[in-house]
T-cell receptor, first 116, second 114 residues
């Protein structure tokens, strides 16, 4: 297992277009998280999944954003009708949560989105 | 509610000098605290975490941090900086033992000069 993989690494899109990012977590990890990082800021929580269930969504996740994890493995994050303010690094992370303990996040390298 | 404040967006040290990166937190319940490092165009790598077992936490690459409840601080230190330590460092807090959501600070860029 090579860690958390994100695809693509970079995406340039025109305003108004839809984009979709993919995240492949560490195979035995049951939790998957999406964070957004803008220039000069720390990562901000967007949403997370426990297996295939989306358990929490941030108010940052407007109705233009949708995330799925259909079989509890990989996840996709789609942004519809992109705006320039969506330009950011989108980070995916995964972890193994066993109820009484969580062994901490492993982050992917991120997808950098530029909306022109 | 929880929040993190990192004092100093940039810290410059000479190689071999002490590294001190400051983090103050706000939490209504006992927190779990983390330090992450981010190299350019890469994701975040966990340096260390505080989970109430011990107030002095040792991490990877010679880093350590001390949890001080009275000062609501969790400063990161390293006795001797190396050129390879140059990166951005993030402090994060959560009130959830399952780490479902982390709240990050804005980060501190560590610059190391020869």
């Amino acid at each position: 297992d090579t860690g958390v993989s994100q695809d693509p690494r970079h995406k340039i899109t025109k305003r108004g277009q839809n984009v979709t990012f993919r995240c492949d977590p560490i195979s035995e990890h049951n939790r998957l998280y999406w964070y957004r990082q803008t220039l000069g800021q720390g990562p901000e929580f967007l949403t997370y999944f426990q297996n295939e269930a989306q358990l929490e969504k941030s108010r940052l996740l407007s109705d233009r954003f949708s995330a799925e994890r259909p079989k509890g493995s990989f996840s996709t994050l789609e942004i519809q009708r992109t705006e320039q303010g969506d330009s950011a690094m989108y980070l995916c992370a995964s972890s193994l949560d066993l109820g009484a303990s969580n062994y901490g996040y492993t982050f992917g390298s991120g997808t950098r989105l530029t909306v022109v | 509610a929880q929040s993190v404040t990192q004092l100093g967006s940039h810290v410059s040290v000479s190689e071999g000098a002490l590294v001190l990166l400051r983090c103050n937190y706000s939490s209504s319940v006992p927190p779990y605290l983390f330090w992450y490092v981010q190299y350019p165009n890469q994701g975040l790598q966990l340096l260390l975490k505080y989970t109430s077992a011990a107030t002095l936490v040792k991490g990877i690459n010679g880093f350590e941090a001390e949890f001080k409840k009275s000062e609501t601080s969790f400063h990161l230190t390293k006795p001797s900086a190396h050129m390879s330590d140059a990166a951005e460092y993030f402090c994060a807090v959560t009130q959830d033992s399952g780490y479902s959501t982390l709240t990050f600070g804005k980060g501190t860029m560590l610059l190391v000069s020869p």
